[in-house]
Every structure is written in C-alpha cells, then in structure tokens.
C-alpha cells in the first residue's frame, strides 16, 4: 500500500445476521486529507467507521490501517491501533459529571502513564486547539451544543491520533456552529497533520471541507473521488443522493414484506374512493 493511503478497504462484506449491509467495498482514505464518506440513511456509513476501529469484523475482504488488516489483530494489537485513532461520534458524549478539564484529560489518564503537569500543558493546548481553553472549568451541562462537539473534539486528539472519525459531526447544530466546526475540522487536519474521515450529511459544507468523497449506495461504493468530480457526476444514483431527490435507485424503504403481506390486499371500498 502506498505511503500516501493510510485507510483501505478490499472487497470487505458486512452485514448484521443475514441483513448484507457492505457489499464487496473497496475503498481508499488518502493520508494528510479530509474524506467525506456519503450515503442514504442506513447505508453502512457508521458501520464503515466501526470496521476501520476495529469494532466489528468484516466477514469476508480486508480493512487496512496504515498497511496492517484490522480484522486480523489481536486485543492487545487492536488496543495499540485505537490509540492511533480519536472518534467522534454524533453527539460527542462528554462525561457528564467531569468538567471540561477532566474529560479532555481522561484518555490521558486512561491510556499513558504522563505525571499530571504535563497532562495539564496537553490538556490546554488541545482546548486551546479548539478555542476553549477558557472553558476548562465548566461543566458539560454549561456548554452550548457546538462547546459541547469542540470539547469532545479536543478529547478526541488528546492522545495525538492520525486518524480522526467523526460521525455526523454537525448534527443538530446551528448554522454558525456548524461553520465553525467545519472550518475546525479542516484547521486541525491542516495544522496537526492528521487524516480525517467524516460521515455527513451536511452536503453543502462537505462539498466545501473535503478533500476526497466516497458516495455508498445501496451497500457498494457508486463513485469514489474529488468533491468536484462527485459534484459533476452524471451517474443517476450521485444525482440523487447530491441532489437529495426522493426518488432514485437509491432504495428508501429498508427491506419489509410486501405491503400486501403486511396491510392485506387493497380494499375495494378504499380504491373507489367510497
Ligand atoms: N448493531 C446492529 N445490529 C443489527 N443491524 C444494525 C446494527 N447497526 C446497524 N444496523 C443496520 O445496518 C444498516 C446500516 O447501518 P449504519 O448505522 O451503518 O448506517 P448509516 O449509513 O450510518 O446510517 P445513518 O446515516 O442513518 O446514520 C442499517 O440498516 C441498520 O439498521
């Protein structure tokens, strides 16, 4: 694998019991970028996440980090991986009883052995990373949503990762909040030298933020690329999902019985409109 990949997927299959939710993937995350990974709802996005950490395994095709397959580690192998990985999941779930401080602290405490003076020049400086370093004594309950997704962030990259997932990162925000945690992403990609990998459905913004865009569809990779390149896509199932068209090859209902099954056959009375 290239030094310029950090992230690759090889025909990986998944599903949950006998549901296949990843059909033969094969995708690549380029290092040192912002990647954006799109899909209709229930696609297999956040499953896509939880295969790279290592989470769940991939039933049959290869999930490589940094050239070495997930699926094959060990615990102890697994344990060493994740430290190379922050994860942020929608929304954020700081510690609810521990300040600002100790839940951007706590992966520290957790994971190294560091004396508590050096914990706390880590501590303000990934704070500081995310503007809140003034912040450091309040409590969860005191933050707005977008604080609140910049803490979480900071915890995130307290043990320096070079990977950073983040799993809708702007949902729920308001707009100005949901700029500045674009431009955050983007910021610290840059100047931490970290690769990025986000699941959103903010399209406009991601559109903007990325560097390379993955669209899933109906449990393959439909169109793998630059933003632009998606943009222009004149391939029926991109369209539908840049355009967030209701209707498309991209399967809004998830699998049901029929409707006949489920309701029964039409009722004559219903169809005449009596
Ligand atoms: N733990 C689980 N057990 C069984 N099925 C699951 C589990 N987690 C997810 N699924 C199913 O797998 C499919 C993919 O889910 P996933 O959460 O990966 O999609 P997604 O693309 O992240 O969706 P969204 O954009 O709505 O968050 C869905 O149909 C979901 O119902």
Redesign the pocket.
């Known amino acids: 694998m290239s030094r310029e990949v950090l992230v690759e997927l090889r025909d990986v299959v998944f599903?949950?019991?006998d549901?296949l939710?990843l059909d033969r993937v094969s995708l690549h995350v380029p290092r040192g970028k912002v990647t954006a990974l799109l899909?209709?709802?229930?696609?297999?996005?956040?499953?896509?996440?939880?295969l790279i950490g290592g989470q769940l395994r991939a039933s049959s095709g290869q999930v490589l980090f940094d050239g070495v397959d997930v699926g094959q580690l060990d615990r102890a192998g697994l344990y060493a991986m994740r430290r190379r990985m922050g994860l942020l999941f929608?929304f954020g779930a700081l510690f609810t009883d521990m300040s600002v401080y100790d839940n951007v602290a706590f992966p520290l405490r957790e994971h190294t052995r560091l004396p508590e003076a050096l914990i706390r020049d880590i501590v303000l400086m990934k704070l500081q990373a995310v503007g809140l370093r003034g912040a450091r004594d309040l409590m969860p309950a005191e933050l707005s949503g977008g604080m609140a997704r910049r803490v979480a962030l900071a915890r995130a990259i307290a043990l320096d990762p070079e990977l950073v997932m983040y799993?809708?990162p702007f949902a729920g925000l308001d707009p100005i909040s949901l700029g500045t945690a674009a431009r955050l992403i983007r910021q610290l990609n840059d100047t931490l030298g970290l690769t990025s990998l986000l699941?959103s459905?903010e399209l406009e913004w991601v559109f903007q933020l990325a560097d390379h865009v993955i669209v899933?569809a109906n449990g393959r990779v439909a169109l793998e690329g630059a933003p632009q390149e998606v943009q222009r896509s004149d391939d029926p199932l991109i369209r539908q999902y840049v355009q967030a068209a209701p209707d498309g090859p991209v399967r809004f209902h998830?699998p049901a019985p029929s409707v006949e099954d489920d309701f029964g056959p039409p009722s004559r009375s219903v169809e005449e409109g009596a």
């Open positions: 599903g949950y019991d549901r939710v899909g209709a709802s229930g696609g297999g996005k956040t499953t896509l996440l939880r929608q799993d809708e699941v459905h899933l998830y």
